[in-house]
């Protein structure tokens, strides 16, 4: 029973972990962040298996996560008050060109950063971005301006 | 009509939006209520709660520093007219983990026959992986871990090493480890110590 509640907690944590971390660290997956999240899952499998070489116990803490994650959806889709809770909210950081410096500040995303993913979506400058928007997922995503 | 679309229309913002369609700038993003994501109403305080959870977080790797976690090993002392022991070890350890336990027994008075007896506590849910130098005799007294070690002449001291490994599964707050030494049935001295074991 202890390895379907070390993989609850552990559950729990990393959630409220890429919760709280902010979105701006969720949005970039850079090689360090590549290591850094192959330690992490290192750590964590330790955690919870410890010394069980089983494939009971890996079956345990895979249905464990698997039934966790899905409800965490469920609720996410079933009961909308808790989606902020659960899943966050979006956030405009740029409309008509401008960024909202509070909203980027809040986010610790620099001017430096929101160029550089906009340049991602071949959009030169944010001159020509009608909203930017970063999501829940971390990712900014932009919408230009009607060129007529 | 969606919830977020009728939201949408009722905030104040959309006032804003309307006047941007009317001269041709593109329309808010669907979903997107201008109060709540723009101007974050209602949502100052997220911000607040995220910092107090983050310092949560960073509060248990400081905790683990000032050993809160363990395995930092402490060193208990008695002494008695007839002998003085001394414990090195951790009182706090965590799952899986492997820590030494060295007992340090100094005779100022002659002991013929000293026996060190450990309180069930000490194999409870760990392996007792070494004991050097090897005891003359083990046995169990009434339930108790009883180690004979032999003659320690007046004013020398017998060190016994232990090697502990904790199982993963074993938890356990402040369960009782004392250490007692005695001259044959003579009691010499009890050592107070406790185990705090974390998941």
């Known amino acids: 029973m202890d390895i379907a509640l070390r993989s609850a907690v552990i559950f729990v944590f990393i959630y409220v972990l890429m919760r709280i971390v902010g979105r701006r660290e969720l949005s970039s997956l850079e090689p360090f962040d590549l290591i850094l999240l192959v330690v992490l899952g290192d750590s964590v499998q330790q955690a919870v298996t410890q010394d069980d070489y089983s494939v009971t116990g890996a079956v345990i803490v895979v249905a464990t996560i698997a039934l966790l994650q899905v409800s965490v959806s469920y609720l996410n889709f079933k009961v909308p008050r808790l989606r902020p809770i659960l899943d966050g909210e979006p956030i405009v950081i740029v409309q008509d060109g401008k960024v909202i410096e509070g909203n980027a500040r809040r986010e610790r995303l620099t001017l430096d950063d929101i160029a550089e993913a906009a340049r991602l979506q071949q959009i030169a400058s944010l001159q020509d971005v009608q909203w930017a928007v970063l999501e829940t997922s971390g990712e900014l995503s932009f919408i230009e301006k009607q060129k007529n | ?199």
């Not at chain 2, 022991?85 to 002659?110: C, K, M, N, V, W």
């Not at chain 2, 004991?131 to 871990?145: M, T």
């Not at chain 2, 003659?151 to 502990?164: A, C, E, N, W």
């Open chain 2, 1 to 199: 009509m969606f919830e977020s679309c009728r939201a949408h229309s009722a905030v104040p913002g959309r006032r804003t939006a309307s006047r941007a369609e009317s001269t041709g700038v593109a329309e808010i993003p669907d979903s997107i209520v201008l109060r709540r994501h723009r101007d974050l109403q209602g949502r100052h305080k997220d911000v607040w709660v995220r910092r107090g959870l983050l310092t949560l977080v960073a509060v248990v790797p400081i905790l683990g520093l000032f050993n809160v976690f363990g395995q930092r090993p402490g060193k208990p002392t008695v002494a008695t007219s007839a002998a003085r022991l001394q414990l090195y070890a951790p009182s706090r350890a965590r799952g899986g983990l492997l820590y030494e336990a060295r007992f340090r027994i100094t005779a100022r008075q002659d002991i013929k026959k000293a026996i060190l007896v450990l309180d069930p506590g000490w194999v409870e849910g760990q392996q007792m992986n070494t004991v050097e130098p090897s005891p003359l005799g083990q046995a169990s007294r009434d339930g108790q871990l009883e180690f004979t070690l032999g003659h320690i002449p007046q004013g020398q001291s017998f060190l016994l090493f232990t090697q502990f490994q904790v199982n993963p599964t074993n938890v356990a707050w402040r369960r009782p480890a004392n250490v007692e030494l005695f001259d044959g049935t003579k009691h010499l001295l009890t050592l107070k110590h406790h185990l705090t074991i974390y998941p």
